[in-house]
């Protein structure tokens, strides 16, 4: 409507601004700013803690266990690093969980193995990093060049990708057999399992890639808007393939995760992951529509579900009661961004 | 001795206050039956506002409404609907997926127990439909694929099915096309004929004259004017009561383009299929080209396709006689084209981003050092532009959203500027932006044009478009029918063209 600040004169302009920049963090409250956010989501974490070592004493509070849940997240957590920046990027992808189960497999086919015997083990994470990688850039072609809707296309690849794994691994189990491999997923670096480092370093990683970097503004501004990205000189197709791609590498890394645990590949292996993906992502904070997007909040809602399997575990309660309290999880949490969002949006 | 009868609906000493501003400040309406009441004012003046408290979807926080002579309230929108108040707004709430008959009757299905009577509702369909002189829209058809016009119709329609006796039009003629409006001003005056009262509002002065009965002005949330007829009124004096000024375009004198000066922009038998045919021209450094046209006549695709943003079907545009690759904004952004775009909100900004990262999203990845974002630097950069733009709040943190029109088409003019643009292109700059902003984003034009800017200039306000113009060309139908210095053109002379242009 009409501007207001507008009557106020230049000089006293300045000090308004800076009074009014000073109150931005105080006047919303602390619920309302990224931190605030992300404190809800610690106050969850600790809520569901305490919970734990309530009911469960020493079993559940045990270093053991703490690096239980740790293990237990890292591999959902580092597909739901890539899954953030898609969702971010105003996309989705279904594909992750089945492109676990594909890189894995391919992995460790009997011929992969072989040459990892005969040179160096990495030569199956190259070949999971490969086949995760391409895997999205096909999902990131269909949507940014093909123009395919993103559940589609992603669901395409869910199910294609299975089928893939499962003809290679002709329904059975491939054991790994390459010692290096083994070895060096079993290690553990001061103490903590290598797993767990990482969906430490791809956390990390993700979350300067999103927060410092070109990559991560274009991401935004393609989620948040992208119109005006592509007006403003953004290149959206180009970037909206690298989103898939880069989700895709990230279950390619979940795959030889999943190899290093399981010592084995496996069609079923990260069955439904992508929706665990997901709902750690949305729960997080990251907006389903785009164009907002946290690590940090990724990171916690991982934590807090892992969390919460092993406590029912902890305390003998079935899956089922698992899932239904995961359900219950998801929707409050949305619910509250949804009022956090809508307070903020009439606060200014 | 006068009308003894009470008016149909009278709206008198209306006060609607928003957080921070006070959108309507006593207003006074009085809408007799049968009559075209015409709502005029600025943006932001209170028509939206106002036709909301009307339709119930806003509540007064003072004031009363008469209808028929007695006090009514209006807490919610079916009860407009019920009061026989039917609103259709601008963009016309219509449900693409439904048919004819199910969107008019919308809401208040005609049903026994559950179960529609599609057949009682496709005969009512029918039969309101020819009352509106449209019996050729059969009720079953998907509304998606009728045309504005045929939506409008509909839109019409459902206000009738509700035995509307009041229907509030918002600037139904922006989506129209010269015949449509004909059509559409033939079934105003049919409803008219029969009782009900329409209240019309549009930017538009020949339409209000010639459809409209009296006119009531709004100004700054207040009635200035009231009752005025429509058909006898001066042009310059319903200016005047808008604007409280007599001359609305204030624009700063420039001096004449250097003789010297280079061609920065050449487009060249551009050409879009369906949209626009055969369009040359160029624009020199200091220059200033407005784009004259009516709404649709391919001003707006013209300029998108210049940048890349369309793929040109044929011709060529070059920067500094580099031609540009067709339907890339990146190649026509790196070569120092800037777009300022028509819908701000929704092809512009990051609403929810702050002002600086709307400043320099063009231009981050210039600041960032491998990959590597430099916000301190953008900043700096967003706060320069802030202060010579007089950018208000001047707050870089603050969300776009949060801007008014004309600030944020500041915010828009300030990207470009970071990144050195050599050629501008501005659709409709001063849409949606009060007078001040206006002003002063007159004065910007004038000053990047000053600094050896190219810019050209597309504007439904005719006088906007000469006024800023050095060099002007008349679009009509998608092609360019006059060129000429802006000084030797006046407004009815390009009417005049726009009309012969849509006639050949």
Sequence with gaps: ?348 | MVNVDPPLLQMSGIVKQFPGARALDGVDLEIRAGEVHCLLGQNGAGKSTLIKVLAGAHQPDEGQILLDGRPVTIPHPVAGLRLGIATMYQELDVVDGLSVAENIYLGHELATAGFSQRRAATANTRALLRRLGHGDIAPHREVGRLSAAGKQIVSMARALSHDARVIVMDEPSAVLDAEEVDNLFRVVRELTASGVAVVYISHRLDEIRQIGDRITVLKDGRTVATGLPAAQTPTAELIRLMTGRTVEYAIPPRPPVREDAATVLQVDGLTLRGSFHDVSFDVRAGEVVGLAGLVGSGRTEILETVFGARHATAGTVRVGGRRLRPGSVSDAVRSGIGLCPEERKSQGLLLDEPVYRNITLSTFGRNARASFLDEGAERTVAREQIDALDVRPADPERRARTLSGGNQQKVLLARWLVHGCRVLLLDEPTRGVDVGARAEIYALVADLAAQGAAVVVVSSEIPEVLGLADRVLVVSEGRVVHEGPASGIDEHRVLDLVMEGSAA
């Design chain 1, 1 to 348: 409507m009409t501007d207001i600040p507008a009557a106020v004169p230049a000089d006293e302009s300045a000090r308004i601004e800076k009074a009014s920049r000073s109150t931005t963090t105080t006047r919303k409250g602390f619920l309302h700013g990224a931190t605030g956010r992300n404190l809800g989501l610690v106050i969850a974490l600790v809520a569901l803690c305490i919970f734990g070592v309530i009911t469960a004493g020493e079993r559940f509070a045990s270093i053991d266990n703490v690096l239980t849940i740790l293990r237990l997240a890292s591999v959902i957590g580092v597909l739901s690093i890539g899954m953030t920046f898609v969702i971010t990027g105003g996309g989705i992808d279904l594909s992750v969980g089945s492109v676990v189960g594909l890189s894995s497999v391919w992995a460790s086919t009997l011929a992969t193995q072989t040459m990892a015997q005969d040179t160096h083990w990495i030569v199956m994470v190259g070949c999971a990093l490969a086949v995760g990688l391409g895997a999205g850039l096909v999902n990131g072609v269909l949507i940014a060049y093909g123009r395919v809707v993103a559940f589609i296309a992603t669901l395409a690849m869910l199910v294609s990708a299975r089928g893939l794994a499962e003809i290679i691994a002709n329904r059975q189990t491939q054991i790994v057999k390459v010692q290096g491999f083994l070895d060096f997923f079993r290690d553990d670096v001061i103490g903590i399992p290598m797993l767990v480092w990482i969906f430490v370093v791809v956390a990390v990683a993700g979350w300067i890639l999103l927060n410092r970097t070109t990559f991560g503004r274009r991401t935004i501004a393609v989620g948040g808007n992208p119109e005006a990205a592509r007006l403003a000189g953004i290149k959206v197709k180009r970037h909206t393939m690298y989103l898939y791609a880069l989700s895709g590498l990230a279950a390619g890394i979940g795959g030889v995760m999943m190899l290093g645990r399981t010592t084995a590949g496996s069609s079923t292996n990260g069955q439904l992951y992508e929706l665990d993906a997901i709902a750690a992502v949305v729960v997080g904070g990251t907006l389903l529509i785009g164009g907002r997007g946290t690590i940090v909040g990724t990171v916690l809602g991982v934590l807090i579900f892992s969390t919460l399997t092993n406590v029912f575990t902890q305390n003998n309660l079935s899956i089922s009661a698992q899932a239904v309290a995961k359900g219950v999880i998801i929707v409050v949490a949305v619910l509250l961004q949804q009022r956090i969002a809508e307070r903020s949006r009439a606060g200014t």
